[in-house]
């Protein structure tokens, strides 16, 4: 009984095991379906997430700016008109920077220019837009005699022209931290052939696939294994895209299908249209030293120098070639290769249907056609950049200035920049080895129109290309004598108390500047000279009739005037500030000079003239402003003491080096640490300041440094005929009156020792000096003068 | 807490007696204003006294800009018509006609200080031009009159 019961025992505990192995195998089921199931859930909110994390990175960057556009700073134009002081060489040179092309034969594109005998010139200007509108481009032909501008003509016509304006070369870059650097172009605005290459070259399928291509892909592929290598890409237009904006370079299986994934979720948000226009403004075409050439217009302005809409279609072809390898196929140096790559890509346009035969074969024969390379850099006058970066930093902030594609024009003239620089070079190196002590020279020199205020030219640093520590800006240095004309234009400003003429005392002096200390100023010289006349002290730079002066005037009556003539920081008022013991920089002092430049108008120096948006379209004017913030009598006088130092005083040099009249002031500081000189002719003001970095001496006074470069550049200017002679103009209310040279009193021409200085109507003196007849030669050389 | 009808009233009479002030206020300001315009009224009509460019014997270069600003001031583009008197004045700073006219610019732009300054910067370079240095005068006078009213 036990086996027939033990059987069905068997068998029911089989049944038992099968069920429960049944049991164990569906739960494991059940549980292996809950897991895929959660798994697949999870996976798909993950995919999910995934996804919508990349649509907000796409729709983000797409949506919003996508590129940082680099500001650009431009140098003044170049204004042509008959009588302009111009000489070949400077009209070259500005068409070399402009990138002009020099042909042989008749000019017939814009950016080309001819030089007939070496004298006559035809130029077809490019388009270009100003602050006041765009200029369209045209011809001129003009002629120099004697560093003028004798004619100017329409080319090709007997049509007369008053006025004509260059464009501006571009002369810095203010760019974003990716060194990119691009033009933004809208896709109505690019050629249909440059489209119709591009798809043909980069993406048959575009108007057809969804972001990735399978078809292309599997073409690519087969290629690449019948060749043995990778010969075809199969990305589409949309994926190259996604890879350049988003993506690194590296090529791996994760980037791929990030690439192909962001792709579909580009052509899901945006129309074809967006997709290409953004394509053809982001794709990389070369590079021009640091800065990277992004985009089909900016790359037509660096191979051809011309917009895109003005290429022929073999040179569409070749930008369209370089896609593919910028480097590999770069036109100006790999030249065989360039002109292979460019026919591959006519050939495939001939299969498009965009070219005949015919023109292939034409096209095809043609040479690159390639621009000279432009010289734009973001470097070309660093001491200049940067003070247009300051000046722009009180408007914009340092983001907007390095992304919004703002174009700014500047009055540096480059021309002016150039002597500027040369000077530089050739004097430091002069007073170098001419003075054994003077080593390590360093120095600021600033030009500046003097009724506009506009700064033309600057140079901050021995090799001016170098692009550190900016002198003319942050070499705050004591002035000494250049504080003078504003002690003596004080005093002046006081008609009834003060002339030219007034006897200022030259003798020992000692002041008690305080309980124990006693200051005793000191003439250059050493010496004393009992009296001086107030214009003598100024023209020979006397320290002590100086001090005495400012002493009675009030120091901060000193500093008042100081302000008055553009000084913006603060002066200290102890008694050697009349000695300029207080620091500035050079561009305060150019700030300073540039009211007695003015006659006595307030014109505070600025290098901006406008901003353009990256639509070139206005956005701020820097207009010129000036205040009457001297009386212009008193003005004059110092003016002319400040001229009479260029003829009898301490820049008497110039007397014999200068055949133009100019004005100016030398300044020297203690141990001669500070070379200055500052002065102006009738339109322009130059500062320079000559030094070492570690304030030690330079062996050098006013006269024998800063005002050695100062001349030297002035002297390029007269021979250039570019310069101006200071001319004195008296306002109303000047009396010019014969003077006795030592009592001051009243004389007359034929007396011995008489000196004619202009008084402010009823200031003159009252009291005759006795006359001694004047030598006949004496009396010839006054009739002459 | 209740408000009384008195402090109701009261209320109700200063709202008036400020309302009356502000008014007075505004009417004042307006007849201020009235006189201001008449003012600088009278140195706009001098346009008509201003001399031509192609009257005076000025260089073919100045007086073409002066042409061009000419139009940008009657279209009121009064910006444009300053930046291309600056163009003259950077090839010439010495022509008082070019000063002057900024002058004339600045005025419409309401901009007196800088009007006045350039009608003084117009005489400090004037030769024997009786007429010219007339409207300056007045220019002068009338933003001197102006600014301080």
């Not at chain 1, 430049?597 to 290098?607: E, M, S, T």
């Not at chain 1, 339109?683 to 330079?698: C, E, F, K, P, Y």
């Not at chain 1, 800063?706 to 209310?733: K, M, N, V």
């Not at chain 2, 008014?23 to 006294?49: N, R, Y």
Request: glycine content about 6%; proline content about 4%.
């Amino acid at each position: 009984m036990t086996k027939p019961k033990t059987k069905p025992r068997r068998k029911k505990s089989r049944k038992k095991k099968a069920s429960q192995s049944k049991t164990r195998a569906s739960f494991r089921e059940y549980l292996f379906n809950r897991y895929t199931f959660a798994g697949v859930i999870l996976f798909t909110l993950f995919f999910a997430s995934y996804l919508f994390y990349l649509n907000i990175k796409i729709t983000d960057k797409m949506s919003g700016r996508i590129w940082s556009l680099p500001s650009h700073v431009y140098a003044r134009p170049l204004e042509l008109y008959q009588g302009k002081h111009l000489t070949v060489k400077q009209l070259k040179l500005e068409l070399k920077q402009l990138d002009y092309s020099r042909v042989t034969s008749r000019p017939t594109k814009t950016g080309q220019y001819r030089i007939l005998n070496e004298s006559h010139f035809e130029i077809i200007s490019r388009d270009f837009t100003f602050w006041d509108g765009e200029q369209k481009s045209q011809g001129i032909r003009l002629s120099i005699y004697n560093n003028q501008l004798a004619t100017l003509h329409k080319l090709y016509s007997d049509e007369t022209i008053a006025l004509f304006r260059l464009e501006p070369v571009k002369i810095a870059g203010i760019y974003p931290a990716t060194q990119q650097e691009r033009q933004l172009i809208k896709l109505d605005e690019v050629p249909d052939d440059l489209v119709l290459a591009l798809l043909a070259v980069e993406d048959r399928r575009f108007y057809q696939h969804w972001g990735i291509d399978p078809r292309s892909i599997i073409r690519a592929m087969l290629a690449n294994v019948m060749a043995g290598g990778t010969v075809q890409g199969g990305s589409t237009l949309t994926q190259q895209l996604v890879k350049n904006l988003f993506l690194s370079p590296e090529r791996t299986l994760s980037r791929k299908i990030n690439e192909a994934l962001m792709a579909l979720l580009v052509e899901i948000n945006y129309d074809k249209s967006v997709i290409l226009e953004t394509y053809i403004n982001e794709v990389y075409l070369g590079q021009n030293g640091a800065q990277q050439i992004h985009g089909f217009e900016l790359a037509s302005q660096y191979y051809f120098a011309r917009p895109l809409i003005k290429l022929r279609r073999d040179q569409m072809a070749l930008l369209v070639g370089l896609v593919k390898g910028p480097s590999w196929y770069a036109p100006r140096r790999h030249k065989k290769r360039a002109v292979e790559r460019r026919n591959q890509v006519l050939k495939l346009m001939l299969e498009r249907g965009a070219l005949t035969q015919a023109q292939l074969n034409k096209y095809v024969a043609l040479d690159l056609g390639l621009a000279n390379k432009p010289r734009f850099s973001s470097n070309r006058y660093p001491a200049l950049i940067d003070l247009v970066k300051r000046q722009l930093n009180s408007d914009y902030d340092e983001d907007d200035l390095r992304s919004s594609g703002l174009k700014v024009f500047t009055s540096i003239d480059p021309l002016i920049q150039a002597q500027a620089e040369a000077s530089v070079k050739r004097v430091i190196k002069r007073l170098e080895s001419a003075n054994p002590n003077a080593e390590n020279l360093q120095t600021s020199l600033i030009v500046a129109s003097s009724q506009q205020g506009e700064i033309q030219a600057m140079v901050s640093d021995r090799q001016p290309d170098f692009s550190g520590f900016n002198r003319s800006l942050d070499a705050v240095r004591q002035i000494g004598s250049l504080i003078k004309p504003a002690i003596f234009l004080t005093a002046l400003q006081q008609p009834q108390k003060y002339t030219l003429a007034s006897v200022l005392e030259d003798t020992p002096l000692h002041i008690k500047t305080s309980k124990e200390v006693m200051w005793s100023p000191q003439n250059y010289d050493k010496k004393f000279s009992g009296n001086v006349l107030l214009h003598q002290a100024l023209e020979k730079s006397r320290n002590v009739p100086t001090v005495r002066l400012g002493l009675e005037l009030g120091l901060s009556d000193i500093s008042d005037t100081l302000q008055n003539l553009g000084v913006t920081r603060n002066i200290p008022t102890y008694p050697s500030m009349t000695l300029g013991a207080f620091s500035l920089s050079p561009l305060d002092v150019a700030n300073m000079y540039q009211t007695f430049a003015a006659n006595g108008f307030n014109v505070p120096l600025k290098v901006i003239r406008e901003v353009l948006n990256k639509d070139a379209k206005p956005l701020k004017r820097y207009p010129l402003k000036s205040d009457k913030a001297i009386d212009e009598k008193a003005i004059y006088l110092v003016n002319h003491a400040l001229h009479r130092v260029t003829q009898t005083g301490t820049a008497r040099s110039l007397a014999t080096k200068l055949s133009h009249s100019v004005a100016g002031k030398t300044g020297t500081t203690d141990d001669l640490r500070d070379s200055w000189f500052a002065g102006f002719s009738d339109d322009q003001l130059a500062v320079v300041w000559i030094g070492r970095d570690d304030n030690t001496s330079t062996g050098l006074t006013g006269s024998s440094g800063a005002l050695h470069l100062w001349t030297d550049f002035f002297q390029h200017l007269e021979a250039i005929g570019d310069l101006r002679s200071y001319s004195l103009q008296p306002p109303a209310g000047i009396n010019n009156v014969w003077i006795d040279g030592e009592s001051g009193g009243l004389s007359e021409k034929n007396c011995l020792g008489a000196v004619e200085l202009p008084f402010i109507q009823g200031s003159e003196p009252t009291e005759k000096a006795a006359c001694q007849s004047a030598g006949i030669i004496e009396q010839i050389k006054r009739f002459f003068n | 807490m209740p408000v009384s009808r008195n402090h109701r009233t009261d209320k109700t009479f200063f709202q008036l007696e400020s309302l009356f002030k502000l008014a007075s206020v505004f009417v004042l300001l307006l007849w201020l204003t009235g006189c201001a315009q008449t003012k600088l009224g009278e140195v706009d009509s001098v346009e008509s006294i201003l001399p031509v460019a192609d009257s005076h014997n000025l260089p073919d270069v100045i007086k073409t800009l002066i042409k061009q600003s000419d139009e940008q001031y009657l279209n009121l583009n009064l910006p444009g018509s300053l930046a291309t008197l600056e163009r003259a004045v950077r090839i010439n700073p010495r022509q008082a006609e070019v000063w002057s006219r900024m002058a004339q610019v600045y005025l419409k732009q309401g901009n007196l200080e800088q009007a006045k300054q350039h009608a003084k910067r117009s005489n400090s370079v004037l030769k024997n031009n009786t007429q010219l240095k007339a409207f300056n005068d007045r220019i002068i006078a009338a933003t001197s009159a102006e600014q301080i009213n």
